[in-house]
Structure formats: C-alpha cells, structure tokens
C-alpha cells in the first residue's frame, strides 16, 4: 500500500478492471479479483462487492480439524485453533502430521514443536517437521525440491525431464517406479502438493520454505537444476521465433530458471534474440507485452532497479538493461520507478565514454521527469 498509494502497477489490468467495474459487462457475467491488499481503484463503484477473506473462526476452524479426522476435546481444539491464528494452510498442515503419525491425537502438537510465534513460522516449524522426516535421498524431498524451484504448477513432462537430467534427480533413476508413485501420494496426502490434469502443484509458502532450504543446502545442485529448467524451457517452442504470447510463455520461463542458475548472459540471449528479436521488438510492439517482459528481467535486479547484476554480463549490457527496465517501468505507467533506472544508466554510458546513449538516455530522463512536475 506505500507504494504509489496502492494503484496497481500494470496499467492495463487497471483500465480492464476499472471499465468492468464502470460499465460491466455487456452480456452478464462476473469477474473475479482476488488480491492480498484493497483493490483501491474499486472504491468508487458501486458494483463491486468486496469480501474480506479473514482467518478462520473458532468455529470454522474446529470443523475443518475434525473433519480431518484429528481427535480431541473442543476445548483443545479451539485452544489450537487459537493458537496457528485460525490460519487454514497450518490447520490443514498440522492435521496431516496428526492423523498421519499420532493417530489423529491433538494433544501430540505439543510434542512435536509444530508452533511458531506467527502465521509464517507456524507453517516453517510444520515444516521443519517434514523436514526432519525426511533423509536427503528419499523421493519425497527430492520431489518437494524440484516443485519448489518453479514459479508455477509443474507438469509431468518438466519432472520427467528434470528427474532424468538433474544431478538431484538421477538418485531416483534406481528407485522403483512403484516407490516414486508412493512419494507423490505421501505427498498428497500430506497436504504439501496437489496434483491435477498431469501437473503438481504447491502452496507458496511451502515453495518459498523448500526452495530457501534447496539453495542453502545443496547449491551446487540447484543451479543446476535450474539449468536443466533453463533448457527445456528454451527447447520447448516448436520454432526459433514463436509468435503470440502463449508460443512464447516457455521462453519467458526460459528466461526466468537461467537467471537463477546464474546464466544470465544465456537467459538475456534468449530474451533479446527470440523474445525481443532484436530490435524489432516483437513482444512489445506486436503483443503490448510490457508486464511480462518486465516480469522476465525482474531477477536481473535483486538488489534493485538501479543495480543489474554483474555476473557475467558486460557493462554495455547491463547499461542496456537500465534503459529497457526504464522503458517497460514508464510503459507501465510506474514513472517514479522508472526514474531509477533511467539515472543509474545515463551514469553507466557517461561512465562508458559513450556520449551518444548517454544523451538518448537523458533525453529520455527529461521526457519522463516533465509529467512527474
């Protein structure tokens, strides 16, 4: 919310879902938002109806723990409720460990040290629990591992690929097929995934806690996961320059999994020849595709949208990554985040000794500083 007071960043989706909610749709209908903060261009119309999605109550919450089968008193029950902050993703995790190893007792929660001080270390120490359970060769963390390094659900095919050619997963290339079945099913069972259509999928939380761990464990093996990602992303499209977005959207993620294995002059290859094609900037002026070209260079700046990363890349290309983040920022409508960019690489082509870029990019400060007063 302390950011550009709220408004949302990508100005498409606010004109789309301001005209909605203005004129509604014409032949009937209903659109859903679902957003972790008040829509506040939504404030103004009368036609939106807004639900607060808050934590479970007492009530609900005991439901939820006896439909899982957990056994306990009410008292006992509200009291745990009470404390994971009626937060469904822990109830739902904890009732798994309860039934799967103690019978369902409630009362073992305390035995476990399954409870942290808030929402986020409440899921954590559940999942240190899983964590602890597990050895590092068994095929349920390898597979919590590979899902957790995705942004996304992760198909069939992308575990296949990873299974077979990951450092990581040609452990598993020995384990029966009949035990790979059973670690995704223990899985599923553990609420840690779901699995729908040939793809699985977890909750955000539970990527962000594998993932961190994967990292800080066995990096080594994470970048090069991410590297087999980097691959089969790249190769998926049927032709060199796919056109529209959905042909493209494997080369985005291309773009993404090469960052994080640290080939970000390889990602920006695949961003600048096949997605961009060049200066023809295909997925911009062909498919308006400002947000997710901005999405794709996003893990180039970790540190920021003045600072690209230096790993590999010279500096003409991390001063070119300055003024195309600029672009897409001010394309956005987010013209004081551009700004940022804009300054930091009109310093880097001073810097250069190249004057001329250095004066297109200050021209371009200029323009963008007039509607900002």
Not at 121 to 139: E, G, T
Request: proline share 3%; hydrophobic share 40%; net charge neutral.
């Amino acid at each position: 919310p302390h950011i550009n007071d709220g408004i949302l960043n990508d100005s498409a989706v606010r004109a789309f879902l301001v005209s909605v909610a203005r004129d509604r749709l014409r032949s009937g209908g209903l659109v859903i938002t679902t957003s972790r903060q008040l829509v506040v261009e939504f404030g103004q119309f009368d036609s939106v109806r807004a639900i607060q999605l808050s934590a479970l109550d007492p009530d609900s919450g005991v439901r939820l723990l006896r439909n899982s089968r957990v056994i306990g008193s009410d008292a006992e029950f509200r009291r745990t409720v009470a404390d994971y902050h009626g937060h469904p993703l822990s109830l739902i995790l904890l009732s798994k460990i309860l039934v799967t190893d103690y019978h369902g007792d409630i009362l073992q929660r305390f035995s476990s040290e399954l409870l942290g001080s808030h929402i986020q270390d409440n899921v954590n120490a559940i999942l240190d629990y899983y964590q602890r359970a597990f050895n590092d060769s068994d095929p349920e963390l390898i597979y919590l591992y590979f899902f957790s390094i995705v942004r996304r659900a992760m198909s069939h095919d992308e575990l296949a690929d990873l299974t077979m050619r990951s450092s990581i997963g040609r452990s598993l290339s020995a384990v029966p097929e009949a035990r790979l079945n059973r670690a995704i099913s223990n899985l599923m069972d553990y609420g840690l995934i779901i699995s729908e259509n040939g793809h699985y999928d977890t909750h955000a939380l539970i990527r962000s806690y594998f993932s961190l761990r994967f990292r800080r464990t066995r990096e080594a093996d994470f970048l090069q996961a991410h590297e087999v990602l980097f691959e089969y992303f790249s190769g998926l499209p049927g032709e060199i320059f796919p056109a529209g977005m959905e042909a493209l959207e494997p080369l985005y993620r291309a773009v993404y999994h090469g960052c994080m294995a640290g080939k970000y002059a390889d990602a920006l290859q695949v961003y600048w020849k096949r997605i961009s094609r060049e200066r023809a900037f295909y997925s911009q002026k062909e498919l308006g595709a400002f947000s997710s070209d901005l999405a794709a260079i996003v893990p180039y700046f970790p540190g920021g949208w003045d600072r690209p990363v230096s790993d590999g890349l010279s500096d003409e290309q991390r001063a070119w990554l300055l003024g195309l983040a600029a672009f897409l920022l001010n394309g956005l409508g987010r013209l004081t985040e551009a700004l940022r960019p804009r300054r930091a690489g009109v310093e880097r082509f001073v810097a250069l000794g190249d004057f001329r870029m250095a004066c297109s990019d200050l021209r371009n400060l200029v323009t963008l500083l007039i509607p900002l007063g």
